[in-house]
């Protein structure tokens, strides 16, 4: 067990609709790293935050969106979903910049 | 951007043969990570390894940073390391940046 917590596990929905997906990280680490793994894509960096501010942007989509609270958790925003949205999305977390992250469980999503 | 390639990109081996898997990178890194990512799809992590060597039981793992590469070392292999492999690294608190991976078989 990483300690990293993401959910769902799996997620089903149909094209055009929004869902979220959820992290919450190890227990005192500030950074929040979020990733889409596709068959054809492999793992894609898709945006960063450091206590509550985002720090970086890798391959994100305009449609995608993320935040981090307060409490450190995470949520990634994935909206007007499309049939090559279907994939598996990790959330990281390390303590601070550039020090040993760690992966959720991933969430499966399945845009039908 | 760094970029990162592992080789090779996929690997059979009988139960008990040793094996070993490289990782290349473009520019100088400060984070350096190899993961495993089972069949059911979870990334465990194996080293973190900037410089240097480390060993955790039949793995092992070699950082040579002023060459930009690193091996990882998997001795006596069992059925249970079959899977994918991934390098990852990162530059000054930035993500990491993945590797494609080398995809382990190894059969009994």
């Known amino acids: 067990d990483s300690g990293v917590t993401q959910t769902p596990k799996h997620l089903i929905t149909a094209t055009g609709q929004r869902v979220t997906l959820r992290c919450s990280p190890r227990s005192g680490d500030l950074s929040v790293y979020w990733y889409q793994q596709s068959l054809d894509q492999g793992l894609q960096f898709l945006i960063h935050?450091?206590?509550?501010?985002?720090?970086a942007k890798g391959n994100i989509l305009e449609r995608f969106s993320a935040q981090q609270f307060p409490d450190l958790h995470s949520e990634l925003n994935l909206s007007s979903l499309e049939l090559g949205d279907s994939a598996l999305y990790f959330c990281a977390s390390s303590a601070y910049l550039g020090t040993e992250a760690f992966f959720g469980q991933g969430t499966r999503l399945t845009v039908v | 951007g760094i970029q990162v390639e592992q080789s090779p990109p996929d690997l059979i081996l009988q139960e008990g043969a040793n094996s070993t898997l490289r990782c290349n990178f473009s520019d100088s890194v400060n984070n350096l990570q190899w993961f495993h990512q089972n069949p059911w799809g979870q990334l465990i992590n194996l080293f973190y390894i900037p410089s240097g060597t480390k060993q955790n039981g039949r793995l092992s793992a070699t950082t040579v940073a002023t060459e930009r590469y690193s091996l990882l070392y998997i001795s006596s292999s069992q059925t249970t390391d079959s899977g994918v492999y991934f390098c990852?690294?990162?530059?000054?608190?930035?993500?990491?940046?993945f590797g494609k991976g080398t995809t382990l078989s190894v059969s009994s």
């Open positions: 935050y450091y206590n509550g501010e985002e720090r």
């Open positions: 990852a690294v990162g530059q000054a608190g930035t993500a990491l940046i």
